[in-house]
């Protein structure tokens, strides 16, 4: 049996952006399916790590990572323009998602693709549940697929297990991945995961 | 002129040891020469990033470093059996090693090699001026280059200068390196220093 590439992420981080576009060419060349896993950083920052913060607004570091993101967003050739941090929940969009990804996991992944370029390339904060509905219709789901009324406690209950699976499969930042029991964390990581599987995977 | 890549790291970090056994090789390829620049870690969590915990010890955080650390020093072939790094402090072999460098940095480079692979390699904590004297004097000074009595009151105010000057250049986390006025962070960034470098320096 080929497990999945799990791929664990907030909708709010940069680098889960980044990764998010580069995440299918690793599961090709793994040649394992890729399972897009939205959680709630912000509640793992809190509950688990002790810290209220954002990272970048914290002294130093915080500069540092909005030079890097730019930097590597030029390098990978990839648009960034995203709209204020601050101004962005993830919430609603991560919900949507695990309404989605039971029907279709491809158009629910290219659902979440948009969501993470509509704030980080172009500018806008798809926050309300309506918002993220008219994202999820075109990638080509009904919009009684994720009817709020319908299926949105369902959504919430669903969202705050991927937050607990995630935490239970180690994960404590964003993006991260599990291959195998394997986590890693970090966009600049992915090159690695291939050599490290190529290592420890069996033909 | 050509300007150093500057290597600002603390001897506790064990991808400080990583980065220092790949760092010569870094410079050559960019045809810079590599300045060491040790500097106290834990001051700066203190007093810049308000952190007093130790990463290591962080929940969810701290498991995965190790695990991290393990498996990055297997896939490098470098040998990894650290001493307890709560038994290691790095102050007096960062003290002694600016009191090194500018008499020989090639010199002063192999000693901080030592240090590193002494705490991180073989298992030792070299904690006391006299145990990083006989690591100086194993690289070829003498023992008088690095006298306390004579030279410690200087180091001690190097080891703090070195730490300000790194805050200064904007580090925050070891390792670190700064090109050209450029800040990069972590280990795991040394092969994007190569590439970045190619494209925005003049040949």
Redesign the interface.
């Known amino acids: 049996m080929t497990t999945a590439l799990d791929f664990h992420f907030d909708f709010v981080s940069p680098y889960g952006y980044f990764a998010a576009e580069h995440v299918a060419a690793l599961g090709q060349g793994l040649g394992r399916p890729v399972r897009f896993r939205p959680f709630h950083m912000r509640a793992?920052m809190k509950e688990?790590?002790?810290v209220t913060q954002a990272l970048a607004d914290?002294?130093?570091?915080g500069?540092?990572i909005r030079?890097?993101v730019r930097?590597t967003a030029a390098?990978h050739g990839l648009p960034y323009a995203p709209a204020p941090t601050a101004g962005f929940s993830s919430v609603n969009a991560s919900r949507v998602f695990t309404l989605l990804a039971p029907l279709d996991e491809t158009r629910a992944q290219a659902y979440a693709l948009s969501v993470f370029r509509s704030h980080h390339a172009w500018g806008r904060s798809p926050n309300t549940w309506a918002e993220c509905v008219a994202l999820a219709e075109a990638a080509g789901f009904a919009a009684s697929d994720a009817n709020e009324a319908t299926h949105g406690a369902r959504a919430r209950a669903a969202y705050q297990q991927a937050t607990q699976d995630a935490?239970a499969a180690?994960?404590?930042?964003t993006p991260s991945f599990v291959l195998d029991g394997e986590?890693f964390?970090?966009f600049?990581?992915m090159d690695?995961i291939a050599?490290?599987a190529q290592?420890h995977t069996a033909a």
Chains 1, 2 share one sequence.
């Open positions: 793992v688990h790590l002790g914290l002294p130093l570091k500069g540092y030079r890097d930097r390098f935490v180690g994960v404590w930042g986590l964390w970090g600049d990581r690695f050599q490290w290592r």
